[in-house]
């Protein structure tokens, strides 16, 4: 079947490490995107990348770094330069502008 | 450029219509519908695209109001399963197509 993965679901890191949450899609799709969802403020985007190996910045990107070396694959690592790193990442995937997006099941990420 | 969206909040009874309204200060080449029930993965509901064409999956119905840059999704004879929170995301013509700008969110929660 195919679909979007995210992986891990749960983690927990310590204030000053760096985590990369990982991102695999089988849908054939080039556009990719990170958002990242607090509390009652939505999906903001962190990152997105309409083809392999480009990217650009979203609205949020300070403290978060991207690749994209596979058409499958855009892996989020999260930098201890982000001040508040808790939360729920979500990463999606189009074929084109005008399609529908599809959403992998989440990283609840958790900075102790 | 986040879309807004209103109401906030409803509660309904089973059986009950309701109607979410998304807003933009920008011009809209599309307007998507997404549902996401706590801790998942938001699912998709409907694309509406210039010049009224509508794309969706379930059986709820939708509008987009191009010149006033609005687009309401309409809920009817609404079950429990409906219950969860509608996002609108927003693609906007002189911006990278396929990106999203969504808004806050309007939760919904139906009771039997």
């Known amino acids: 079947d195919g679909g979007i993965t995210q992986s891990p679901k749960y983690l927990f890191r310590k204030e000053g490490q760096n985590v990369t949450l990982s991102c695999e899609q089988n849908l054939n799709h080039d556009a990719m995107y990170w958002y990242r969802q607090d509390p009652g403020q939505g999906l903001r985007l962190i990152y997105y990348?309409?083809?392999?190996?480009?990217?650009q910045k979203g609205d949020i990107a300070e403290g978060y770094s991207v690749s994209r070396e596979k058409k499958e694959s855009f892996p989020l690592t999260v930098t201890s330069a982000q001040k508040n790193p808790t939360a729920f990442y979500l990463c999606?995937?189009?074929?084109?502008?005008?399609?529908?997006?599809?959403f992998g099941q989440g990283t609840r990420l958790t900075v102790v | 450029q986040q879309p807004v969206q209103s109401p906030q909040a409803v509660i309904l009874r089973e059986g009950e219509d309701a109607v979410i309204n998304c807003s933009s200060s920008k011009a809209l080449y599309s307007v998507h519908w997404y549902r996401q029930k706590h801790g998942e993965a938001p699912v998709f509901l409907m694309i509406?695209?210039?010049?009224?064409e509508q794309k969706g999956h379930e059986k709820i119905s939708a509008s987009f109001n191009e010149k006033k840059q609005q687009s309401s999704l309409y809920l009817t004879a609404s079950q429990l399963s409906y219950s969860g929170t509608y996002f609108c995301?927003?693609?906007?013509?002189?911006?990278?197509?396929?990106?999203?700008?969504f808004g806050r969110g309007t939760q919904l929660t139906v009771w039997p």
């Open positions: 990348s309409q083809i392999v190996n480009d990217f």
């Open positions: 999606a995937s189009s074929t084109d502008s005008g399609t529908e997006a599809f």
């Open positions: 509406l695209l210039k010049g009224g």
């Open positions: 995301g927003t693609e906007h013509r002189g911006s990278t197509l396929g990106r999203l700008y």
